[in-house]
């Protein structure tokens, strides 16, 4: 059977997005069957697609030869069953090798993060992203934020452009999110995907879906796959009750604990995992571990996210 094109595969999906962490060994270097092991976790939990070396994957502290064995390994692991997107990023001949890394290893679509480190107008980020796209066959989802912030006009020249599906918004700004969304249903025919992509991005999802956006990325999805599941779950059918509960009790104090430190929207997530069983080893520099005060609160955090789901099932009853 030939798989739905990508874009309808993400378009309605069957559960949360999940954005694996890059596990490494007690040396630093890449330990491939822990990551294997927590993508084969997920699949089968029941994520709706792999986001392979993304923001939470680590891929800024990846060399391009871990990228591609990580992304192989993400797409031998999930076997077609659900889509695998490999993140790219850096400069635009950097970006363009790391598609074709992502192509030969088997990706079915790349997120394009940011360019690194200079702040660019409008027109060399609209041709970044074009370059990049024209350089493999992939379908690209391009994504917002820090020094990657377009107009409504530059969104519409990205989804013009043949290869770019959907963009990934990590800034937040409502306003501008209504305002793209507006100007590329009236300037360009077709459908074009959003993704809400804010740091536990549960936390403001009824806020996008308001706007028209109704798929998110999951960090929690990692290490609470049940959670993840639970509130993508409880979302989709309209149980208002249980949204609400997952948002008092569970994502609000994770959201505030993952705000208190540097680099802890990796590290946190990572520490999660390691929390519930599976060893994915720590960050690397210049990211660093979360303090054991915050370790203990995150488990803490997690016990009473599945104690909420236990009070669920006991409704049900
Ligand atoms: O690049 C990434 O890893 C992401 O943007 C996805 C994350 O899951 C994001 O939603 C988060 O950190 O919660």
Redesign the pocket.
Same mark, same amino acid.
Not at 216 to 222: G, I, L, W
């Given at each position: 059977m030939t798989p739905a094109p990508f874009a309808a595969r993400l378009a309605v999906p069957s559960g949360p !997005?999940? =954005?694996p962490v890059t596990a490494f060994g007690p040396d630093g270097s890449l330990d491939l069957d822990a990551f294997r092991a927590h993508v084969r976790h997920g699949v089968e939990a029941g994520a709706a697609a792999v =986001?392979a070396c993304?923001? #939470?994957?680590e =891929?800024h502290a990846l060399t391009p030869e871990e990228f591609e064995d990580c992304v192989r390994a993400a797409v031998e692991v999930t076997g077609g069953r659900v889509p695998v997107v490999a993140?790219v990023g850096y400069g635009t001949a950097l970006a363009v090798r790391y598609a074709r890394l992502a192509h030969a290893a088997g990706a079915d679509g790349l !997120?394009a !993060?940011p360019p690194y480190l200079v702040v660019a107008g409008q027109e060399g980020l609209l041709r970044h992203y074009r370059e990049v796209t024209a350089a493999t066959p992939l379908p690209v989802i391009v *994504?917002q $934020?820090d020094n990657a912030v377009f107009t409504p006009a530059t969104v519409v020249g990205l989804a013009r452009t043949e290869g770019i599906v959907g963009l990934?918004d990590?800034l937040g700004d409502l306003d501008l999110m209504q305002r793209v969304i507006s100007a590329v249903r009236t300037e360009v025919p077709g459908d074009f995907l959003y993704f809400?992509? !804010?740091? #536990?991005?549960e936390q403001t999802q009824l806020a996008y879906r308001a706007l028209g956006v109704p798929l *998110? &990325? &999951?960090? /929690?999805?990692?290490f609470a796959p049940e959670i993840a599941l639970a509130f993508h779950r409880a979302l989709h059918t309209g149980d208002d009750t249980t949204v609400r509960r997952l948002l008092d009790g569970f994502y609000r104090p994770f959201v505030e604990l $993952?705000a208190r430190g540097r680099g802890y929207? /990796?590290a946190l /997530?990572k520490a999660g995992v390691r929390l519930r069983g599976l060893d994915v080893g720590e960050v690397r520099p210049p990211l660093h571990e979360p303090g054991e005060d915050h370790v203990k609160q995150l488990a803490q955090v997690i016990e009473r996210g599945l104690a909420l789901l236990d009070e669920d099932s006991a409704g049900d009853r």
């Open positions: !997005l999940f =954005f =986001f993304c923001g #939470t994957g =891929f993140g !997120l !993060l *994504y $934020r990934k990590g809400n992509g !804010l740091p #536990t991005a *998110y &990325s &999951s960090a /929690v999805f990692c $993952r929207a /990796v /997530v």
